[in-house]
Nanobody, 124 residues
């Protein structure tokens, strides 16, 4: 049974950092793309970043490029999202999602397994 569990969210001041984790079980990351999405109150869910575990390819939304870094630890079956220089507009529930394959994408409908989400709040 495919399961994704996010952790690492919390409250942080503008300019601060957080590292989110997405622990996968029921499958190995080797031939999956893992993505991070986020949804702010009153807004649609948007793609943030993704990584192809096999190729190591990554992709970032323009809004986070240069501030966020996605990585994976195959041995721990975990994907991370390092978020630096956080802004109030980064406030959202962050979800990780998985799809089989090797092509990076942030199309929400391409992903069929989702975690429950972790809240990130950026506020002074």
């Amino acid at each position: 049974q495919v399961q994704l569990v996010e952790s690492g969210g919390g409250l942080v001041q503008p300019g601060g950092s957080l590292r989110l984790s997405c622990a996968a079980s029921g499958f190995t990351l080797d031939y999956y793309v893992i993505a991070w999405f986020r949804q702010a109150p009153g807004k649609e869910r948007e793609g943030v970043s993704c990584i192809s575990s096999r190729r190591g390819s990554t992709f970032y939304a323009d809004s986070v490029k240069g501030r966020f870094t996605i990585s994976r630890d195959i041995a721990k079956n975990t994907v991370y999202l390092q978020m630096n220089r956080l802004k109030p507009e980064d406030t959202a529930v962050y979800y990780c999602a998985a799809r089989e394959g090797a092509t990076v994408t942030l199309h929400e409908l391409d992903f069929d397994s989702w975690g429950q989400g972790t809240q990130v709040t950026v506020s002074s």
